[in-house]
Every structure is written in structure tokens, then in C-alpha cells.
């Protein structure tokens, strides 16, 4: 490996941070006339979000909740999942799509993905025994994974379907946006979590979304939201119900407050913009990465739209006398931001002690873990940005191309 220390030879002035949210005035003054309504949370302004998203997606139970971990694990709970049960994951994503399994008492079996980062059909129809209960898809990045063949399995074996969602709010698989209700065959259980975590295409600062088009376990999921109880605080407060309440089960504090909600409504009427954006600066990428050396770039399928997330480059590694740190710390040096999604959770010391994984159990996820760089990827990114960005990669594949 080429031992030079990294340039001292910035592009810029300042750093391009690898994301930033797009916040407005619009979600100020809704934050402000929030916190002056008398009501902080869970009320109006989140049933109205939820409304909003719902039909934005074209599901008609859309719940918010505090963050995308929160509901997919109350998904799961809603679900029956527990104990001796086993769902099926890609090791290939951020531990808290594992994590929620393993807090409700099943056990997260770990899959292979492909080299478009979604999870392998195959290594999931192999990985059926008679525990599993659920499959939880990763649509990675902001592309869809295989829904058709991974509810054609869900369907076969009588699974329920928990798609992971957190990076593709907006994004479409065959004309049909993430979370409809009409992605899914009649007869599977299906529920998608989305996120709005800070850096997420949308964002309410900490925040997730539910949507399913199953009466009953929407019902269910609503119930666990705020400590299982048989009416909220706005319920109360509007007349809906009395001062009396009960507690129906054992339910979790996920519940989204309305200044939250406050924020995500005005994001969601942004989210195509925000797309558009992101897409206009992939294209960017792609235009100016195209035919490389040593740089692969994102696969695309082309029966499904693309909501950018992330940009994930694959470095050719045969090609290059760098590895990927190196690559990372090379851009960083020049005051290009960077990033990198994910660290496989099979190679967690958790999960290699607590569910006997091993490295090298999956070597597809494994290299793609030591090729992946994210690039700078949001909203207000201008052309110059870019142009950065890939003045920076030309200059460490100058020095560390074969």
C-alpha cells in the first residue's frame, strides 16, 4: 500500500459536510405558533402529519411515532414476535434493524445481500425454517429492494413482511410509492417504517412513520404507541373520551409530539423538491464518475425510482494501492465530507457473542463493506459542491491508481 500521508492541500475553505437538513421558514413559524398553541404533544398537528403521509403514500394508517427503530419494533411486538421466534435480516444495514428483533426475544437471522446492497431473495427463501415469523427488507440507500420476489416468499410461507424503510421515503418500486398500501398482495402482513432522523430526505429532528393497510394491526400498533392506553391525551382533552382510561397492554413511549409533527408537515410538502434535488446531483455523480477507473458506481433498476439518500461509490480495489480508510481520510483531508453505510452486523462483537456469527459468514456484504464511500449528498448541494467532490477523487486516484 502506497504509505504517503494524506494531501495537506485543501479544495475548500470550509468543509463539505456530508449532509445537512433542509429546514425553511415554513417549519420555523410552525414550530413557533406550536409552542405558543398551548399543545406540545401529541396532538392536532400529528394527526394532521399523519394524514398528510398517508395519503402522500397511499396507505390509509399512517402513525407517527418517535423514530424508525421505534416502529419496527412496534411492528414486531404488534406482530406477536417474541421469544423462539425468528426473523430474517440483511446483515447488510445499520444495527437497529437487528436491534429491534433481538430486544423483543427473537432471534435475527442474518442474510447476504446483493451487490446493489438489497437483500438476497434467495438467502432468505434458504434461510426459512419453521420459527421464522417476518422478513424485514432493507431498502438501502434510497432504492427499493426486490419487493415482487420477498412477498412472493412472504406469501408461500405465510410471513409477514416489515420493510425497513428508513432511507427511501419518496422513493417508488414499480409506479408505486414505498408504503402503499397496494404494493403488498392481499393476505400478507405488511408494515413499513420510515425515519426522519436528522439526516434523513425528510426530517423532524428525531422521528418515524408507520403505514400498513391492516385494520387490526394498525389498531394494535396504535394501541402500543403511548404505554397501551385506550385514549391519548388529546382524545381527552377534545371530549373524544373522559378523564378514565385503561391500560390494554404493555405498551412502549413512541409517540410523536406536535412539535415534531410541526416540522415534518412542511418537510412533506418539500419531499418531491428534496427528491428532485437529490436526483439532480446524482446525475451530477454519474456524469462526472462515469467510465472511471477504480470507481464503481451505484446500481440502479430501472422498474424503480431512486430518492438518493445516499450516493454509495464501490472502490475497484484491484485497480488501487489504497484501501477504503485511507480513501475516506484523503477526501476528509481536502475538506470533502464523507461517510460509510454500513458495517455489516454480523461482524458486531454482539452479534458474533450473543448469535455465534463469524466473520466471513458473508463475504458478498463483507467486501461491499470494504469498497463503500458515501458521498456528500443533500439538498442545497450546488454544482461547485460537486464539482469538488470530484476534483478530490480525480487527485487520490492520480496518486493511488495501479
Not at 402513525?63 to 435480516?89: F, K, Q, R, Y
Not at 413511549?253 to 439532480?280: C, E
Not at 456469527?357 to 448541494?381: C, K, N, T, W
Request: glycine letters at 8%; aromatic letters at 8%; a negative charge.
Amino acid at each position: 500500500m502506497n504509505t504517503q500521508h494524506p494531501t495537506r492541500a485543501p479544495l475548500r475553505d470550509a468543509l463539505l459536510p456530508f449532509s445537512i437538513p433542509s429546514i425553511g421558514d415554513e417549519e420555523i413559524e410552525e414550530v413557533v405558533a406550536t409552542l405558543r398553541s398551548g399543545w406540545l404533544t401529541t396532538g392536532p398537528r400529528t394527526r394532521r402529519f399523519e394524514a398528510a403521509f398517508g395519503e402522500y403514500v397511499g396507505s390509509r394508517h399512517a402513525m407517527a411515532v418517535n423514530s424508525g427503530t421505534g416502529a419496527m419494533h412496534i411492528a414486531l411486538t404488534a406482530l406477536g414476535i417474541g421469544s423462539g421466534d425468528e426473523v430474517i435480516v440483511p446483515t447488510f444495514t445499520f444495527c437497529s434493524t437487528a436491534h429491534v428483533v433481538a430486544q423483543t426475544g427473537a432471534t435475527p437471522v442474518l442474510v447476504e445481500v446483493g451487490d446493489d446492497f438489497g437483500i438476497d431473495p434467495e438467502a432468505v427463501a434458504c434461510a426459512i425454517t419453521p420459527l421464522t415469523k417476518a422478513i424485514m427488507p432493507v431498502h438501502y440507500g434510497g432504492q427499493s429492494c426486490d419487493l415482487a420476489q420477498l412477498y412472493e416468499i412472504a406469501a408461500r410461507h405465510d410471513l409477514a413482511v416489515i420493510e425497513d424503510a428508513a432511507h427511501s421515503v419518496g422513493a417508488d418500486y414499480h409506479g408505486l410509492r414505498l408504503g402503499s398500501d397496494r404494493l403488498a398482495p392481499e393476505g400478507v402482513r405488511r408494515v413499513t417504517a420510515f425515519s426522519f432522523y436528522a439526516n434523513k430526505n425528510m426530517t423532524t429532528g428525531e422521528g418515524g412513520m408507520i403505514s400498513t393497510a391492516d385494520d387490526d394491526l394498525a389498531g394494535r400498533m396504535r394501541l402500543l404507541t403511548l404505554h397501551g392506553m385506550s385514549h391519548d391525551g388529546w382524545d381527552r382533552k377534545e371530549g373524544r373520551s373522559g378523564w378514565y382510561y385503561e391500560v390494554l397492554a404493555a405498551g412502549f413511549k413512541y409517540n410523536m409530539s406536535d412539535i415534531q409533527a410541526a416540522i415534518g408537515i412542511h418537510q412533506l410538502a418539500k419531499l418531491d423538491g428534496f427528491t428532485a434535488a437529490r436526483r439532480r446531483i446524482a446525475s451530477l455523480y454519474d456524469e462526472g464518475l462515469a467510465g472511471t477507473s477504480g470507481i464503481l458506481l451505484p446500481i440502479r433498476h430501472p422498474d424503480r425510482t431512486h430518492a438518493y439518500h445516499l450516493y454509495v461509490i464501490r472502490l475497484d480495489l484491484e485497480m488501487l494501492t489504497v484501501d477504503r480508510a485511507r480513501f475516506v481520510d484523503e477526501l476528509r483531508a481536502m475538506n470533502i465530507g464523507s461517510s460509510v453505510h454500513f458495517i455489516p452486523v454480523h461482524l458486531h462483537p454482539y452479534y458474533r457473542e450473543e448469535f455465534g456469527y463469524h466473520p466471513g459468514d458473508f463475504p458478498v456484504a463483507e467486501r461491499l463493506y470494504s469498497q463503500v464511500i458515501s458521498l456528500p449528498m443533500f439538498p442545497q448541494m450546488t454544482e461547485n459542491d460537486v464539482a469538488d467532490v470530484l476534483a478530490a477523487i480525480s487527485r487520490i486516484l492520480e496518486k493511488y491508481r495501479k
